[in-house]
């Protein structure tokens, strides 16, 4: 069954969503990410993506003790992403309470510093980011161009050792009219072996039932929750499966 991961983006210690990465466009829906977080383990969540949307612009990570509230109050496991540029933000992340971390801009503009981190770190705790805008792989919050597409950033890292990507298509994101599912076919037919987790657009159980059966391990939902499209009650349901 394909692993519901709700996502919890944060920007001053609030719980926000952006449309297609625009911070204009914020929207606060809980000032207690703590206390959303509880209420997705509650409803059977394992797993949360945890963005800090502060530390993804700024270059560096800003909402550190929100991570170590949420580690302390719940047994998520916890993937953390945003403002990851150096080693010491790495270790300061998995001290805070992260199982693994997401790494998208660093792995383009720095990737000898990644390979580092994965052999310091081991596989299990990294996973690839891969921000998509068509076919081009965007980074830092998604306001630069990545100069890379997304086959030859895959297959670059792939080769690596990465099992496990997060694919965000970043026209679906916060726009609740489903996932790109061409995007996602169309990167399992190229690496059928990936570990594939969509996120940008999931809108309905529906569609979680078409990317479990497209192969995809993992699913990300943030707006569709936040904004009533899927419920808690129907979130616990499709977990208790």
């Known amino acids: 069954m394909i692993e519901v991961i709700p996502a919890i983006d944060l920007i001053e210690g609030s719980c926000v969503r952006l449309s297609q990465g625009d911070y204009s466009s914020k929207t606060v829906y809980s000032k207690d990410p703590v206390e959303m977080a509880l209420r997705f383990e509650q409803a059977g969540v394992r797993r949360l993506h945890l963005v800090d949307l502060d530390g993804a612009k700024s270059g560096s990570p800003q909402n550190m003790k ?10 998520l496991k916890i993937d953390f992403s945003g403002g990851l540029r150096k080693t010491e933000d790495l270790e300061s992340t998995f001290r805070a309470g992260a199982a693994q971390v997401a790494v998208g801009s660093t792995a383009v503009k720095n990737p000898e510093l990644v390979e580092e981190w994965f052999e310091q770190f081991g596989p299990e705790r990294m996973i690839l980011g891969a921000d998509v805008e068509g076919q081009d792989i965007k980074i830092s919050g998604w306001i630069e161009d990545g100069s890379i597409k997304i086959q030859p950033y895959l297959s ?10 997060l694919c965000t298509s970043i026209s679906q994101d916060g726009m609740l009219k489903g996932p790109d599912f061409a995007l996602y076919t169309q990167t399992l037919k ?8 969509a996120s ?21 939902i ?6 009533g499209h899927i419920s808690m009650s129907a979130l616990e349901g499709y977990n208790a499966r």
């Open 200 to 220: 940008g657009g999931v809108t309905s159980i529906a569609d979680l039932e078409k990317l479990e059966l497209l192969g995809l391990s993992s699913a990300i």
């Open 222 to 227: 943030g707006k569709a929750f936040y904004e």
């Open 156 to 165: 670059r890292w792939i080769s690596v050792g990465f099992r496990e990507v």
């Open 190 to 197: 190229q690496f059928p072996k990936l570990k594939l987790i």
């Open 66 to 75: 929100t991570l170590e509230r949420i580690a302390s109050a719940t047994s």
